[in-house]
């Protein structure tokens, strides 16, 4: 069985250095990690080097004499490759070693990468989070556990150092299963406030004030309160970007369809992003289904939308996008 982790012997290799995974990588090493960094482009991983990380060249040289992997990457496939494919982690990584999967994927690719590298004498952890880009940079995210309930509480030290919520919801793949709910929710609640605050400011009424007076009853949350203030502003740039949350939906109704569950605002909400994603928007952040709904509706343009900005630069000026 792993070892505990412990922050001041163990060494970690963090793959998938973007809006997430960068800041993630330094609460790490701020938290005494030894740690290996491994990015598709390079400049993340400099960036980590000047700070303390060893940079490598491919999955396999960073998970090389690591107890630990961290990927962080966008959707199955890049997991499948950085993972199981050619110079992947697979042919670094010690047995006993454990892969901690924090990306967002499918719950069946997912298990299916648990049971191949068990065959390798490896051990796998999915582990989603939630809380964006702020929660990720303060080190206060929601994180989704599925796996053995023993490599869990090794790799608790790990964790502990990236978030603040963290959940074990039960055997590979339930950490996924856990964070497909978290997106329905999101995704229809952003939805619903692009609706409420677009039926405010087409009827006349300020939409500024209707989102303060909704945030004391019920209709409050935190998208109203964070998403609500982006779509006020017309700041879309990403957070969390629209294709992002465009796969994350695709995953949960693959998951609906399995369990036969019919999750028809989820479907709704996907085919928007959809749109959004066919208009060439898929790197503004998701919050701009309010811009769609506006054009849906009839609304003159208005002040200028805020362009996303390359993942290269850095969180847009005014700070980090809001948790989601
Ligand atoms: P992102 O900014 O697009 O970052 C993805 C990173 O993975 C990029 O740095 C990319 O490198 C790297 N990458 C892609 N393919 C690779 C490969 N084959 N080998 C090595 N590196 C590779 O995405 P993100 O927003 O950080 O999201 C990452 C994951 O977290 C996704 O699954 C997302 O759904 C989930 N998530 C995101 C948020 C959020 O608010 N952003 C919140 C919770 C969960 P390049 O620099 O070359 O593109």
């Known amino acids: 069985m792993l070892a505990a982790l412990d922050p001041q012997r163990s060494v970690i290799a ?14 790490l090493l701020k938290a005494g990690f030894r740690l290996r960094v491994h990015n598709r482009s390079r400049a993340a991983v400099e960036e980590l080097a000047a700070l303390g990380a060893q940079a490598a060249d491919s999955p396999r040289e960073a998970a090389q004499g690591a107890d630990a992997v961290v990927t962080m990457l966008p959707d199955s496939p890049d997991v499948e490759q950085v993972v199981l494919g050619p110079g992947g982690v697979v042919e670094g990584l010690r047995p006993g070693g454990v892969l ?22 490896m051990a796998m952890l999915d582990a989603p989070v939630s809380g ?20 869990f509480e090794a790799c608790r030290p790990l964790l ?18 856990a964070k497909a709910c978290n997106q329905i929710v999101v995704a229809v609640t952003l939805q619903a406030v692009s609706e409420a605050l677009t039926l405010a400011e087409r009827s006349g009424v300020d939409p500024a004030r209707v989102r303060h007076a909704l945030l004391g009853g019920f209709a409050s949350s935190r998208i109203l309160e964070l998403h609500g203030q982006r779509m006020l502003e017309r700041n879309f740039r990403p957070g969390f970007k629209v294709r992002l949350h465009h796969k994350d939906l695709g995953i949960a109704l693959a998951a609906g369809k399995a369990a036969g569950v019919p999750l028809l605002a989820t479907a709704l909400v996907h085919e928007l992003l959809g749109a959004l ?7 503004w952040d998701h919050s701009a289904l309010a811009a769609l709904l506006q054009e849906l ?21 005014g700070g980090p996008a809001p948790a989601r």
């Open 14 to 27: 963090f793959i998938g250095l973007g809006i997430m995974g960068k800041p993630m990588a330094r609460n």
């Open 100 to 121: 901690v999967d924090m990306s967002t994927i499918s719950p069946t690719v997912t298990r299916r990468l648990a049971q191949e590298l068990a065959r390798r004498g």
């Open 132 to 151: 964006g880009e702020k929660g990720a940079i303060e080190g206060t995210l929601s994180i989704m556990v599925g796996g053995d309930p023993a490599v």
């Open 160 to 177: 502990q150092a990236l978030g603040k919520n963290i959940v074990y919801i039960g055997p590979s793949g339930a950490g996924q299963v």
């Open 277 to 283: 994603e066919a208009r060439g928007m898929g790197d």
């Open 297 to 317: 509706a009839g609304a003159p343009a208005g002040p200028p939308t805020a362009p996303p900005q390359p993942a290269e630069s850095g969180p847009p000026p």
